[in-house]
């Protein structure tokens, strides 16, 4: 899995080089930089709290289709819900990964306005205990899937999205929700 989340990093950083290299007008690409809250559900929101991340994002939305390009890198955290148990101390978890998907323009012209979002990308989920003696952290990484929903208005943007993997035997799902500024 390792490899392959190289291989996809890899080819996220390719077309993201492409897309910045070719000439497109102001109205069809931002990028973005933003944060939010992380709402953990399903078998996530068995153990961890609600949480907050951070995003760089790149919108390519032409004008001349409905149809672009996001990508997206993310870190973020999330409180134990459990904390300290008979002198074991559960930490916060770290969730954190990149996308890369299609853009649907709904409303707008080029990247403003409402557009909805569909990709795959790659997460990793660290998890910490410490105890008397021991410090012992897990880091899984794992292929994932989201869509979502963004706005985009000169220097603004905000979107909401769903994130999905499979963890082991555990479904691990999480709501981002990011306001930030673009340029």
Known sequence: ME??????????????VLILACPAPAEDFKLGIGGGATFPLGDYADAYKTGWHGTIRALWLPSSSVVGLRASA???????KTGDFFGISFKNSALY???LGAAFRLTGKGAEGLYATAGIGVRALRQ?????????????TKLSYNGGFGYSKGWFFAEA????????D????????????QF
């Open 170 to 181: 555990a479904n691990i799902w999480s709501i981002p929700v990011t306001v930030g500024f």
């Open 128 to 140: 910490e205990v410490e105890g008397p003696g021991f410090r012992e952290t897990q880091t899984d």
């Open 74 to 80: 993310c870190y973020g955290q999330n409180a134990s």
């Open 161 to 168: 999205g769903v994130v999905y993997f499979k963890l082991n």
């Open 97 to 99: 990964g990149g996308d």
């Open 3 to 16: 490899r392959n989340a190289g291989t996809f990093v890899f080819a996220t950083g390719i077309l993201l």
